[in-house]
């Protein structure tokens, strides 16, 4: 199985950055997804790492170490519509393909 | 292109009852998967459609619900009958191929009285 672990809750300042972090166990790995979901509304796919690095997307980066079992996004130049939850998704072994999620983390950006 | 659209937005309905939820996927997409969200969590998934193949549906409690998706194209998934414990968000998702990306509707909010 896997276990995924994301902060519950953050908040940060208009213009600032923040960084999500997201650790995971897991028997295997097959590639790590982070999507944004605002309050009742579908999850966006934001990036996809299955190499360690860093993935740069416009003001979103998303960071990937297979041998910490750790990733982080990274938010540039916050704007008040990036208040959301931040989901963590990690796909395992086999052949499904089919990404566990994690709780998500609810980033509150203020004035 | 058109995403995800899921049917209806919101539903009420009292414990017993039956309940079925509608999901048209993007077009050509073959992967299609129905997750149940619930308040604070993350999506866990109930079952995954290759086609009109059901795969991984190990996560779907078969005793109440059930799933079809006739074509491979639209799929409903119902609810009989329904228990309090059922209210939740209803997610469907579409994939072109089961190792890309999923598209998610904005799906159906289920409240169980």
């Known amino acids: 199985g896997q276990n995924i672990d994301q902060p519950t809750e953050m908040t940060a300042t208009e213009g600032a950055i923040v960084q999500i972090n997201c650790t995971y166990q897991?028997?295997?790995?097959?590639?790590l997804f982070w999507y944004q979901q605002h309050a009742g509304e579908a999850p966006t796919f934001l990036s996809y790492?299955?190499?360690?690095g860093l993935e740069e997307k416009g003001r979103f980066s998303s960071f990937l170490s297979r041998s910490k079992g750790y990733s982080y996004l990274l938010l540039k130049e916050l704007q008040m519509k990036d208040s959301a939850s931040y989901l963590c998704?990690?796909?395992?072994?086999?052949?499904?393909?089919?990404?566990?999620f994690g709780r998500g983390t609810s980033l509150i950006v203020h004035p | 292109e058109a995403g995800v659209v899921q049917s209806p937005r919101y539903k009420i309905i009292e414990k017993k009852q039956p309940v079925a939820f509608w999901c048209n996927p993007i077009?050509?997409?073959?992967?299609l998967y129905w997750y149940l969200q619930n308040l604070g969590q993350g999506p866990e998934l109930l079952i995954r459609?290759?086609?009109?193949?059901?795969?991984?549906d190990s996560q779907l409690p078969k005793d109440r619900f059930s799933a079809e998706r006739l074509k491979g194209v639209d799929s409903t998934l119902k609810i009989q009958p329904a228990e309090l414990g059922d209210s939740a968000v209803y997610l469907c998702?579409?994939?072109?191929?089961?190792?890309?990306?999923?598209?998610f509707g904005d799906g159906t909010r289920l409240s169980i009285l």
């Open positions: 459609y290759e086609n009109e193949e059901a795969v991984d």
């Open positions: 897991t028997s295997g790995f097959n590639g």
């Open positions: 790492n299955v190499l360690d």
């Open positions: 998702a579409s994939s072109p191929g089961r190792n890309q990306p999923q598209h």
């Open positions: 998704a990690v796909r395992g072994p086999g052949g499904s393909y089919i990404p566990t």
């Open positions: 077009s050509g997409h073959n992967t």
